[in-house]
């Protein structure tokens, strides 16, 4: 029997210095994609200044490596989603209830920026409707946007600063960790619920409602719009069900042939174009088509003056910047994220939150307000074909064109043009199949997408989110509190030890009990760990009872227990002796390099002693049956042991 | 080679059936220790009855088996622990600033009540000094102790109907899950801050002070102290000190010999004696030795009446009840099963929640605070012999006796004498060894423990408490999010594979990685892991290099991945994807049962192909071996592959 070499074979090294182990443990937690690695390797100090300025200015990277040929893709790519960026941002900003101009002008400064701090090659910078919401929900509790229009736009760039400099922080203290609590399932659903509250405040739009109300609910906005059909003016109906009717088409169109990408992306525009003409020539806001009204001429002004950290609304202001970074960076670094797996290239989240970071502080100054990686126009652009970012750039440079010299002209713009847009973009984010999938694939999930997409069509966003949040957290608590464990039976004809319940084939060993134990073991479940490894020596003994064995050794596999803090030694200590008492040997398998750390320091090794710990569930249990009396061994006379006498009979036999 | 036998062996039954999954995802929650097994087998509907009855109120169960012989051992025990509770009962009232007489009170019903119900032999009921402490700081804050002292004696009883509530509903539901959130660093930790803050609020009776301040952090009290310093007795101080010392030096006779414990048992009563009878023959008042003062003859007047839910106070009451709540089971559970495991009994932390529960609303009708199992008594209840709770009842019955007969002869007992009680008992709760061997052991469960510690002392109890289980949680979902991967190499001379960190001489296998996770793969670490298996993947590529290979087969070992969500599923995917596009081969070894019908039911497993899922990781690895072409296993130059090629010679000499 190979069993007594198996204790040398054990790693009972010294446990690292306190030192190492932070290190790579802080390494781990905050540097787990190792950007530094490329500083390392040789060069002078000149090249390696290059190199880190290249690391923190992507664009130092890629302009000198560009080419006209790359240009021409680029080009085309930045046209196409210039002519989203107008109506989107038109349409963004009154969701945001800013003025229509402030829209605009978030896709000059923005786009600016990320093309040379941005590391994805597919992001298309602008405003994303889900904050534009969340921005007129939070701030307008203390600022009302209609009566006291310069405040809430001067709170409206504060937040947008704090947004910035909120991202621009997490990402140099590397905390993009943050972002990760924002689950997919929180996601889906609080986009979903986003789309569907968004999509009914534009009946106000489509009916040409002059009074509305400020909540988002669903409950109040259907309220405010079945108590006032004496305002519902039919020609706005018409024309905007007209509109949305051919956006869904092109988009119907796109999803049939996806080469036809460019035919939905320029429909808004159209829709703007043919919607301004109409206004224009019929006079509409006669005939109950009311427009954007004033937008002037000229690029972004300066707004760093504007900016208010009155005591009265700086919590407020802080809420929102808050509650927007969290989100923008969420959609923002997921879509980058998504469209470089697709291309097979690598995008560093951190180092996108401070390309979005730099990009809103920017704005804030330059009367901007949030902006980040919109999923439609990323996609677009993506589609367009663009090369790098320099499709930001020429995008940047059309509007600069636009503001100077267009502006005025978008002015006939009629509202129920741009609810149209809004609304036929909405329809695409709530996604049945997905929240369908999840239903069918986890429950739990599926819980938490409802959490997000009730909380926000129900109650408000940052509630829907807060709630949903919460939930995935509960359930990750519950997990941690609850680990999965298992008892093993040997496979026939192998070494291997698996999980009874899943090989029912595996057969017990008789005296002899092997327990595997999941996640880390920690104050949080180390009370369940130790009433159900009881349970298990419980269990285990009834059904010995029954055929006149008992168990004599307890088996404990560690090689999935990542970690384990000081309630966890303790509670196996305690295991330990109970055991003890009632004369079962406890036996520890395979422990992982931070758990044998831990268990070293604390002397817990010399308490079970360092004969009881194993290298492989094998290993121990062959030296268990060795201990484990011959009587014990071949008496019994259920299934198992029956065949586990057969099994001792064949050797037996094959030996003589 | 056996490998193409293996994924024979996977089983990829068909996933179970929700609603059994979520049975026993339920019953692992909230039943971990199976109390209903025993009401299964077998017996008539009486049979039954009896069973539930027996389990629920345990007194059913021993009672009918009590004789005389036992009785013997619980009279002495019931005797030592009324010596005990008379000066804790009137000592930690006056901690609590209620009249004394309700410390006694809480002596008398309470313990009749857990006597019912309790599972545990030893647990002697009694007030405790934090929740004492605790209760006068919260409730203090809304009603003054000293202006309104009829308002806030009401209030403290129904915090402790909210209390008693709040456990029995805990107990009811099984939720004694939120018990295990208070780890034993931040026990260890406040209980050493509220012994600091204790002890120096037994300034004020030991040097006789009148005035002084409400507040309980250290620096408030200090100064308190030191800015009265006209106010000190010196006669006080002596006695104080005198009494003190009296009270540790039998503290260390026990310490030197435990069969002394009733000597430290009843010090406290001598002390209390020794004291009435000075302050009596000196007539102490006259000389700055203050008294107890009046306390009345009779046993608890009832106090259902006086529960007071103004909805002006009543959130301050809810949020003592909770707190207090809280910290008194943590208490109580941990020393209830502490002695347990020592006699090698079992108590249900569940059903003991329901019994505390019990004897707080029962309590609180009966004119008591708030009680639970202090460590101090119950030791000296378990070191004096007591066989069943029927120590509790004759602790009561001796309580009852005293406050019938002898209540006013305690009213002579002075201040000072109380203080010098509470200040020996708290000076054992500050443990300095524990916490150096936290420091050693584990640093950051140090910092949890210093948290409590410095936060009790240094701002406010409450505040300590919810910084330390905050700091808890962070470190749990930090490790949740980053959970520890390691690369495994082969054992020489076995098919084990084992972490190269921890057994350096494991060797790598050309052209393969194998991959160990740990820990449930989450929304919170998907991203974590995804980008940790690429760096894997790119460091071994870099080795790869030098020796002319390159990584052709990506193995994840997911034995210790106890489940997995939706968003694991999707980036396993996502690693799938990517690593394909890179030409690497991606395989998964051993997935246990919840996260293969995840896999099943999200169809991964044919994304990835049934063909790349092995049950053991030499599975694996045979299989891969024999897909990566010949020429890259003998190829290179690095020791490694020399000890392969070695290996490949040695074993086509074998076969010829």
Request: contains cysteine; aromatic residues 10%; charged residues 15%.
């Amino acid at each position: 029997m190979g069993s007594f070499k198996s204790d040398q074979n054990v790693s009972f090294a010294a446990p690292r210095a306190f030192g190492k182990r932070l290190k790579s443990d802080l390494k781990e937690t905050f540097f787990p994609d190792d950007p530094f690695r490329r500083f390392g390797d040789g060069g002078g100090a000149v090249q390696r200044v290059k190199k880190v300025l290249k690391y923190f200015i992507p664009i130092l990277e890629w302009l000198p490596k560009y080419n006209l040929s790359m240009f021409k893709y680029d080009l085309l790519a930045g046209i196409t989603i210039t002519s989203l960026a107008i109506p989107q941002g038109i349409s963004y900003a009154k969701l945001a209830t800013l003025p229509p101009i402030i829209g605009l002008y978030s896709s000059f400064v923005p786009p600016l920026v990320y093309a040379v701090f941005g590391s994805s090659k597919h992001l298309a910078v602008g405003t994303v409707a889900a904050c534009s919401l969340l921005i007129s929900q939070i701030i307008g509790r203390v600022a009302s946007p209609e009566e006291e229009p310069t405040l809430y736009l001067h709170l409206v760039f504060t937040a947008t600063l704090v947004t910035g400099v909120f991202q621009a922080t997490l990402g140099f203290l590397r905390l993009g960790i943050l972002v990760d609590f924002l689950s997919h399932s929180t996601i889906l659903g609080f986009m979903g619920g986003t789309a569907v509250i968004i999509s009914l405040q534009q009946l106000k739009g489509m009916l040409g409602l002059t009074h509305f109300t400020s909540k988002t609910d669903v409950f109040s906005v259907l309220h405010a719009v079945f108590t006032r059909t004496n305002e519902w003016k039919w020609q706005s109906a018409v024309v905007g069900i007209v509109f949305l009717l051919f956006l869904q088409f092109t988009r119907f169109l796109r999803n049939r042939n996806p080469k036809l990408f460019w035919v939905s992306a320029m429909a808004p525009m159209v829709t703007v174009v043919v919607g301004c003409l109409f206004a224009y020539f019929i006079n509409g806001s006669q005939h109950g088509i009311l427009t954007v009204g004033h937008l002037s001429k000229g690029i972004n002004p300066v707004s760093i003056h504007f900016l208010n950290f009155d005591s009265k609304y700086i919590s407020v202001v802080v809420q929102t910047g808050l509650i927007t970074a969290l989100v923008a960076l969420a959609e923002g670094i997921a879509i980058g994220r998504s469209f470089a797996i697709m291309k097979n290239e690598q995008i560093d989240g951190n180092k996108e939150m401070v390309a979005f970071g730099l990009m809103n502080i920017l704005g804030s100054f330059t009367s901007c307000y949030l902006t980040t990686g919109p999923f439609s126009k990323t996609a677009v652009n993506f589609n367009a074909g663009c090369r790098t970012a320099m499709s930001n750039i020429v995008m940047a440079i059309f509007m600069a064109l636009t503001l100077l010299f267009l502006a005025p002209l978008f002015s006939y713009t009629p509202l129920v043009t741009l609810s149209a847009i809004i609304m036929s973009a909405m329809f695409g984010l709530i996604k049945y199949e997905e929240m369908y999938h999840l239903l069918k694939v986890d429950k739990f999930d599926f819980c938490i997408c409802m959490a997000a997409f009730l909380g926000v069509a129900l109650l408000s966003m940052d509630v829907g989110i807060m709630l949903s949040v919460g939930l995935a957290l509960l359930r990750a608590l519950l997990y941690m509190a609850r680990p999965a464990t298992c008892k093993l039976g040997k496979i026939t004809n192998s070494s291997l030890y698996r999980d009874v319940e899943q090989y029912p084939n595996a057969t017990r060993i008789p005296g002899i009990i092997v327990l595997q134990l999941g996640s880390p073991v920690y104050y949080a479940n180390a009370n369940y760990i130790r009433e159900r490894i009881f349970r298990w020596v419980r269990d285990e003994q009834t059904i010995s009872d029954t055929n006149d064995g008992s168990v004599e050794h307890v088996l404990l596999e560690l090689s999935g227990v990542t970690s384990i803090d000081m309630t966890g030694i303790e509670t196996l200590v305690e295991i330990h002796r109970s055991l003890h008492a009632n004369g079962i040997q406890m036996g520890i398998i395979n422990p992982r390099i931070v758990v044998m750390e831990k268990m070293i320091a604390s002397d817990f090794t010399e308490t079970i002693g360092k004969e009881n710990i194993y290298l492989s569930v094998d290993d121990g249990v062959e030296r268990c049956r060795d201990l484990v009396p011959k009587l014990k061994q071949t008496g019994g006379s259920d299934e198992t042991s029956i065949s586990f006498a057969m099994e001792q009979l064949h050797r037996n036999l094959n030996l003589q």
